[in-house]
T-cell receptor
Framework: KQEVTQIPAALSVPEGENLVLNCSFT??????LQWFRQDPGKGLTSLLL?????REQTSGRLNASLDKSSGRSTLYIAASQPGDSATYLC???????????FGDGTTLTVKP | GAGVSQTPSNKVTEKGKYVELRCDPI?????LYWYRQSLGQGPEFLIY????????DSGLPNDRFFAVRPEGSVSTLKIQRTERGDSAVYLC???????????FGPGTRLTVL
């Protein structure tokens, strides 16, 4: 059974800082990995999707990496802004079925 | 273009009642997913449709939960004999295909009294 862990559960940083969010998974036989952000009381917004054959994806100030062999993904946020404050979730797609397994997220607060 | 929509946005029901939750995916998306999310936790997978068929229903917690997608577009999640433990936000997502980005709707908050 796939288990996804995100540490830390919460993170507070001053504006302008670069930061890394971590996602680890127990079964390396994955189909893809997706990073989302969720604002309070809202649905999920997709940030980046990495296929199992890829090592990283970039979008603006965001960079996500994937290391299947070690069961890890990181989301790098450059020059953080208060508008980046949200909960960040990673989801791991299974190779054998359509399900995605989510971590419980990291809640990020960027202080002005 | 229009995103994924879900109705109702809120549903309050009494224990033992039957409820239906609706999801309208993005037009042309063949893959559709249902999740539920409890406070402070990540979404929990329920079921995945590819077209009209349920390709993976391994996340449905018991036989009180059922979902359909008869024409390969709109999907309905049906919960019989609701229990207080069913209270959660039910999320729907769609994607072009299984390998593609999932786009989520705003969710339906279900409260069972």
């Amino acid at each position: 059974k796939q288990e996804v862990t995100q540490i830390p559960a919460a993170l507070s940083v001053p504006e302008g800082e670069n930061l890394v969010l971590n996602c680890s998974f127990t079964d390396s036989a994955i189909y893809n990995l997706q990073w989302f952000r969720q604002d309070p009381g809202k649905g999920l917004t997709s940030l980046l999707l990495i296929q199992s054959s890829q090592r990283e994806q970039t979008s603006g100030r965001l960079n996500a990496s994937l290391d299947k062999s070690s069961g890890r993904s990181t989301l790098y946020i450059a020059a953080s802004q208060p508008g980046d404050s949200a909960t960040y979730l990673c989801a791991v797609g299974s190779t054998n079925a359509g399900k995605s397994t989510f971590g419980d997220g990291t809640t990020l607060t960027v202080k002005p | 273009g229009a995103g994924v929509s879900q109705t109702p946005s809120n549903k309050v029901t009494e224990k033992g009642k039957y409820v239906e939750l609706r999801c309208d995916p993005i037009s042309g998306h063949t893959a559709l997913y249902w999740y539920r999310q409890s406070l402070g936790q990540g979404p929990e997978f329920l079921i995945y449709f590819q077209g009209t068929g349920a390709a993976d229903d391994s996340g449905l917690p018991n036989d009180r939960f059922f979902a359909v997608r008869p024409e390969g577009s709109v999907s309905t999640l049906k919960i019989q004999r609701t229990e207080r433990g069913d209270s959660a936000v039910y999320l729907c997502a769609s994607s072009v295909g299984r390998a593609d980005t999932q786009y989520f709707g705003p969710g339906t908050r279900l409260t069972v009294l």
